[in-house]
Each structure stands twice: as C-alpha cells, then as structure tokens.
C-alpha cells in the first residue's frame, strides 16, 4: 500500500512516506513521542509498537540509542497501521490534531558541532574578506572544517532569540565597545542527529547510517560584528553560542533513500579516511523567509563535503559520538545569488541590502524581524519529503 487512511492534506510534508519523529504535549499533560501523519500527530506511546515504553518519555534519546535494527522495526510495523485500514478502530483514537499540540526540542543534545561544508558559502566569504587572496583558505577542500559549539543553547523552532551583546570594534581604528550585535544573521543549514554513539570515535563514512538516526533543519544564527572581531585566531564563540534553533521534527534516514545522489566531484582526491563508497550526498531544497517574503533557495545537493564525511572527519581523531550529538552543514548556499543561505551573503556585507513588497528593506536582521526556513526532498511514490519549519523572530 502506497496510501494511508488517515487524512493527508495534497501537498502536506508528512505523508505517510515520511513519518519524522518529535515531542509533543497537550495543555496538562506531559511531553512525550509523537510522529506527524499529514495534519496529525500519532501519540506512540499508546500504539502496538516495539519499544513502545521508549515513547512515554519527553526526548528521542532512549528509543534512538537502541539503533538501525529497531528503528526499522518501527517503521514497519507503523507504516502497516497507517495504511491498512484493518487497523484504523485502534490508532485512530491516538491521531492528535496538530493544532492542538504543543512542539518541544525533540531530543536532548549532547554536543553540537557545525561545519563549514559548502564551497559557495566559503568561497563568498572568502572573497568578501579576503578580496586579494584565494576565496579558499589552503586546508578547505582537504578537510571538512567546523567548530564546537554550545549544546545547551540549540533550541526548538519557536523559541524568541534574543539579540546578543558583546565586544564589537565598527571602527577599525579605535579600541573595541560593548553593546547589542547590530549585524545579526542568519545561516540557514542541515543537521544530523546521532542516534548511536561510538565511545572510541573513528566512524567511518560507510558506518554513516549505523550511527545517525535522522535530519532536522538548523538556523545557527550569528553575530557577525561579534564574530569578526573575536575569530582570530581561535575562530567562532560568542558571535555564535547564543542561539541555534533547530526544527521540531527528525526526519528518519529511511525516508531519505530517494533523495540520495552523489556530491560534487572532490578534487583532489580527499585522503582515504574521507574516501565514499556508497555516497551520501542528498537532493534538499531548503526555502528562506524573511518577514513572510523568500528571499533565498539554497540547494542542498550543492555540498562539497557530505554529511558522512563530516562524522568521519568529526571523529576520526577518536572524539567520542554520544546518542544525542548532533552536526550541522555549515550555511548552504549555491551557486546563484538568490541561492544564498545567509544575509552576510545576500546583501553582500550590507552592501546590497534587500527591499521587501512593504517598501521596507534590510542588510541584518532587526528587532521584530522573523525567519522561517523550510526544506523539502524527492520521496517515494512521487511524494514530496517536508521537514516541518525552524522559525525564530528576534527580540530586543
């Protein structure tokens, strides 16, 4: 069966072929596992499931580090209540309407680590910093590069992010002042959520799927005056431990299968540790809103170092993977201008602000302002794979 009983709205970004996981609670009542279907959420905890017990509690942590095996038995035996309608009398008093549930961080995080794998985001950059160098700093397309961020403040969709402050030096000729970041942005990204851990490190690329349960949709949001005054040498900190806000629904890796594809040709040839057998580049659209209007469709399908490689890299020095960990892209962006994935790129360095439909127009982000970023893939069936929304509106 291709279909399901329950009611899928035509162009929903759950159907039955997607089935991502979240939490989920109702007005005086506790948060717990739930699984959208269309326009609703299936209440697992109460479903003729393995590992049902896994399900009553307010994080994805417990059922994920059970790994592959059982989140396939999962799968399974869901996609066969949702679609034989033998089984709608039991499930049917369990399918919540969205509408009336509240959304939470869908899974503890452990730790964060968010890369810089897009060659059209670095070379953009590149090329706004250092105009009279090469866009590509010499380890780039030797390494996927990233850097360790603060897990205790990635948050859910939803949540208000509050402008930062810190040193900012907007006159390169007199000492650094304290203040509220006035060139706050965006980056709109990818992220992957390890289910199983490997307390030794070194995963392989071939292991990717052993280890990492699904995919959410990240905005690592950055303070880019913050940022630039503090990298050298050590590289990004406070301009980005404030806020990461990550979508509420992980999309498992099984209904990702059809999106797969091969990334860009890797020249030169990455070192054998990077090396890929089974590719696992992945065709996603992302769509950035600001204020209602898009202004950006980054490709996905675009990246230069895949999500693979990027644990590879992550733990091949024999960093520990713990269940929770989670790694994100780095800005996607592509090749056309309005395939930028972050503000710093679109508008150049505020050199070529935006103009919105109300007259209004913008280079960073202001207080009241909202970005919402979305993403869809190919799925099975001809459907089309949603990831629900990472939205933030910034307060002062």
Not at 223 to 245: C, H, I, M, N
Not at 251 to 256: G, T
């Amino acid at each position: 069966m291709t279909t399901t009983w329950v009611p899928v709205p035509p162009g929903s970004p759950f159907p039955v072929q997607n089935l991502p996981y979240g939490v989920f609670s109702r007005p005086g009542e506790l948060p717990r596992v739930g699984v959208a279907v269309g326009d609703h959420v299936v209440d697992m905890r109460r479903l003729d499931v393995p590992y049902a017990a896994d399900f009553g509690y307010p994080e994805l942590n417990p059922f994920m580090e059970r790994g592959p095996e059982a989140w396939a038995q999962v799968r399974v035996r869901l996609s066969q209540l949702l679609r034989d309608p033998a089984h709608r009398t039991d499930v049917e008093p369990n399918l919540i309407p969205a509408s009336q549930v509240r959304l939470h961080l869908p899974f503890t995080v452990a730790d964060y680590v968010d890369f810089y794998a897009s060659e059209h985001h670095a070379s953009n950059v590149g090329r706004m910093f250092r105009p009279d160098g090469p866009p590509l700093t010499p380890n780039w397309k030797h390494m996927p590069i990233g850097y360790h961020g603060r897990a205790g403040t990635v948050v859910v969709s939803g949540t208000p992010v509050e402008r930062p402050q810190g040193q900012l030096r907007p006159q390169p000729e007199r000492p650094p002042v304290f203040g509220p970041s006035q060139r706050l942005d965006i980056e709109a990204e990818v992220g992957f959520v390890v289910g199983v851990g490997a307390p030794h490190g070194r995963v392989p690329t071939s292991a990717f799927p052993e280890h990492v349960f699904g995919v959410v949709l990240v905005n690592d949001w950055s303070a880019r005056d913050v940022q630039a005054w503090e990298y050298v040498p050590l590289g990004p900190f406070l301009g980005k431990s404030f806020a990461t806000s990550i979508s509420p629904w992980v999309v498992p890796l099984d209904a990702l299968q059809h999106a797969r594809l091969r990334p860009p040709l890797q020249d030169p040839t990455p070192l054998p540790y990077l090396h890929e057998s089974q590719p696992w580049g992945l065709d996603l659209l992302l769509c950035v809103e600001w204020n209602g209007t898009v202004v950006s469709q980054p490709p996905f399908s675009q990246l230069y170092w895949s999500p693979a490689q990027q644990l590879a890299h992550m733990t091949v020095n024999g960093a520990r993977l713990r269940t929770g960990d989670l790694f994100a892209s780095g800005t996607v962006s592509g090749p056309l201008p309005d395939q930028r994935g972050s503000f710093l790129e679109l508008t150049w360095d505020g050199r070529d602000p935006l103009y919105f439909p109300d007259g209004s127009t913008r280079s960073f982000l202001e207080d009241g302002d909202e970005v919402v970023i979305t993403a869809t893939a190919p799925g099975p069936d001809g459907t089309t794979i949603g990831f629900g929304e990472v939205r933030g509106r910034i307060v002062g």
